[in-house]
């Protein structure tokens, strides 16, 4: 059987549906031409994905772009945040994984596929549960603030862009899809309920994200994108982004 996948946002789903909710959200689109779907069997015919190093990890990302262009990233035998295509020469270079842990629903991809392949649980946070469009037993809910991963990997729910928001941190790096965005200006990030529809965070979230940081100390912040990767002094960047933020949305435009 063939799982339709969205071809706006990647997301695949475990049966067929007349329209994506995860692109009809306010944080997504449908395109103005309409709703398209595709098949991961259509996807290995058309695609490829690219392995490199990026800035010290292992990206995994596909060419050309697909969906809403992520790369993941290989933490030890750790997948953070997933794409879309899994085809034989992926699984090869991968090897094998004991987890996939994902920031929030716009990466969920085909994760159940990869979860299979690998035998191995995807690890998501429980407030983000309504937007997994193919449940499955691999799939496991942690709850709280922090999940410890082992092998000094601690997954933290910042919340923010969605309710389950979360970030992967070890030793100096901090991985953080766009729950906390790697911006063009790599002394700043930014933080946003909807990316592609410009729509700002309360100060509240914001604040929470700072909040949930604030107990970890990380040099590197690694974003959603090839590239996207602050080399140094993160949590700074992070403590004085917030800050900026908070100001900008009472007025305080620096
Ligand atoms: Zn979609």
Known sequence: MSYPICVTCG?????????????????????????????????????????????????IGTTPKFGIGQRA???????WDCVTLLDDDT?????????????HPHYYSSMVEWARAFDCPVLLHEADRQWVMRPDAAIEYWSGD?????????????????AGGT?????????????????PDRE?????????????????????????LEPFAFERIHGAWWGAVIEADGSNIVRRSVERYLAALDGNLM
């Open 11 to 59: 997301v695949q789903y475990g049966a067929a549906v007349s329209a994506c909710p995860v692109c009809e959200d306010a944080r997504q689109y449908v395109p103005v031409g309409g709703q398209e779907w595709t098949s991961l069997e259509a996807l290995r015919a058309s695609h490829a994905n690219e392995i490199r190093d990026d800035h010290g990890l292992v990206g």
């Open 73 to 79: 990233l290989l933490v030890e035998d750790v997948l």
């Open 91 to 103: 699984a090869a270079q991968v090897g094998s994984l004991r987890a996939i842990a994902i920031s």
């Open 146 to 162: 922090t999940y410890d991963l082992g092998r000094g990997m601690t997954l933290i729910r910042c919340g923010g862009h969605f």
């Open 167 to 183: 970030v992967l941190h070890r030793g100096t790096d901090l991985l953080t899809g766009d729950i906390v965005q790697v911006i």
């Open 188 to 212: 700043w990030v930014a933080f946003m309920y909807s990316f592609p529809n410009f729509i700002p965070l309360p100060g509240s979230s914001v604040q929470a994200v700072g909040a949930a």
